[in-house]
């Protein structure tokens, strides 16, 4: 069954960027599908972020157009976040999910994220 | 964007009982609305695409309807496992978005 892993640092100061890794085991990234990230803020609000799909396009957030940054290696299974110039409200758990028809069936277990000094 | 409202923040319910949780949307999405189920500590656990599609795995008593901008997912005999957050998502445009959520507590 396929499974999602995220890892990364738990603390980025502000104006730094935030990096997370998605590790995918159970099925190939370039496969079939569109692999996003989804993040969910202190308070539970979630939000959509982006998709990097099995062929390599992306779509982003308008929000965070200017910010993100979605990229995969596929000869790890793996795809990547990153988001520039963070403030304290990029502070969030963070998940890869495996999204079908932009409905999410498979979701990693999250990391949290927090942006301080 | 499409903004997702669920009325209700919290909602408190017996054991056994009935509830039902509704999802507005800001326009119409063609039944382009999944629901999510979040228990704390976890990643949220699809349970309905398509308005009213059952994923597998989850129990009947669980359902899904509506249609245009307004839809529902009702939960039957309420079991002590059904305590968590639900939350609906709508994927018609994007970005795709989702609603606050809606905490459920037995009474």
């Known amino acids: 069954d396929v499974q999602l892993q995220e890892s990364g640092p738990g603390l980025v100061k502000p104006s730094q960027s935030l990096s997370l890794t998605c590790t995918v085991t159970?099925?190939?990234?370039?496969?079939?599908?569109?692999w996003n990230w989804i993040r969910q803020f202190p308070g539970n609000k979630l939000e959509w972020m982006g998709y990097?799909?099995?062929?390599?396009?992306?779509s982003y957030n308008p929000s965070l157009k200017s910010r993100i940054s979605i990229t995969r290696d596929t000869s790890k299974n793996q795809f990547f976040l990153q988001l520039n110039s963070v403030t304290t409200e990029d502070t969030a758990t963070y998940y890869c999910?495996?999204?079908?028809?932009?409905?999410?069936?498979?979701w990693g277990q999250g990391t949290l994220v927090t942006v301080s000094a | 964007d499409i903004q997702m409202t669920q009325s209700s923040s919290y909602l408190s319910v017996s054991l056994g009982g009935r509830v039902t949780i509704t999802c507005k949307a800001s326009?119409?999405?063609?039944?382009?609305l999944a629901w999510y189920q979040q228990k704390p500590g976890n990643a949220p656990r699809l349970l309905i695409s398509?308005?009213?599609s059952l994923e597998t795995g989850v129990p009947s008593r669980f359902s899904g309807s509506g249609s245009g901008k307004d839809y529902t997912l009702s939960i039957t005999s309420l079991q002590t496992e059904d305590v968590a957050t639900y939350y609906c998502?709508?994927?018609?445009?994007?970005?795709?978005?989702f609603g606050g959520g809606t905490k459920l507590e037995i009474k």
């Open positions: 998502q709508q994927y018609w445009s994007t970005p795709y978005t």
């Open positions: 159970g099925y190939s990234i370039t496969s079939d599908y569109a």
């Open positions: 990097i799909s099995y062929s390599g396009s992306t």
């Open positions: 398509g308005a009213t």
């Open positions: 999910a495996r999204g079908l028809n932009w409905v999410f069936a498979y």
């Open positions: 326009d119409h999405i063609n039944n382009w």
